[in-house]
């Protein structure tokens, strides 16, 4: 399967830290986004990276890539109360639908 | 510019009933796909349309039929609710190139099958 799995499931931090997440995968991609999920919300696409980018930025979000491992991580700088959401990486390869992981659940406590 | 939109937002059905979840969006994208969402699960593919006119399963289509009505709309319909069809129903635009894709969201629709 070409799922993205991330890890942790679930990952509860204080506001103003860090929060890092992470996704592997199985194949071989295109490209790798991350979406968000507030509760009750659809998904909200954040950030894309190509399978030749190592790191992309966008605001307080660092996405990086290493295909030779599969896997991504996406790093939300100094966490705010409102960053509360689960967290999908979802993945895009030649013929297939994109696929999306089950999701990390971030809890930032203020 | 609404994006995409989704009704009903809530529904209650009794085992056997029939519906239609409603999706529509106004970022002329070809092509909307109808997901469920359960809990531990993820986000499953239902069904998808590529273009107006075609529609195609996705991992979970039992149970459920589509219409692509227009460019703009594409249905989900459940011709006899199961309580296994109790979920989250999401519909997604999305916007494509030759080497990726973006997908946009509507806000869901929370049904429960009784």
């Known amino acids: 399967s070409q799922q993205g799995e991330e890890d942790p499931q679930a990952l509860s931090i204080q506001e103003g830290e860090n929060a890092t997440m992470n996704c592997s995968y199985k194949?071989?991609?295109?490209?790798l986004q991350w979406y968000r999920q507030n509760s009750g919300r659809g998904l909200v696409h954040l950030i894309l990276i190509r399978s030749n980018e190592r790191e992309k930025h966008s605001g307080r979000l660092r996405v990086t890539l290493d295909t030779s491992k599969k896997s991504s991580s996406l790093l939300i700088t100094a966490s705010r109360a409102a960053d509360t959401a689960s967290y999908f990486c979802?993945?895009?390869?030649?013929?297939?639908?994109?696929?999306f992981g089950k999701g990390i659940t971030l809890s930032v406590r203020p | 510019n609404a994006g995409v939109t989704q009704t009903p937002k809530f529904q209650v059905l009794k085992t056997g009933q029939s519906m239609t979840l409603q999706c529509a969006q106004d970022?002329?994208?070809?092509?909307m796909y109808w997901y469920r969402q359960d809990p531990g699960m993820g986000l499953r593919l239902i069904y998808y349309s590529a273009s107006e006119g075609t529609t195609d399963k996705g991992e979970v289509p039992n149970g459920y039929n589509v219409s692509r009505l227009n460019k703009r709309e594409f249905s989900l319909r459940l011709e006899s609710a199961a309580p296994s069809q109790t979920s989250v129903y999401f519909c997604a635009s999305v916007w494509e190139t030759g080497v990726q894709e973006t997908q946009y969201f509507g806000p869901g629709t929370r049904l429960l099958v009784l």
């Open positions: 194949t071989s991609i295109n490209n």
């Open positions: 979802a993945t895009d390869a030649a013929n297939s639908k994109l696929t």
């Open positions: 970022m002329n994208h070809n092509s």
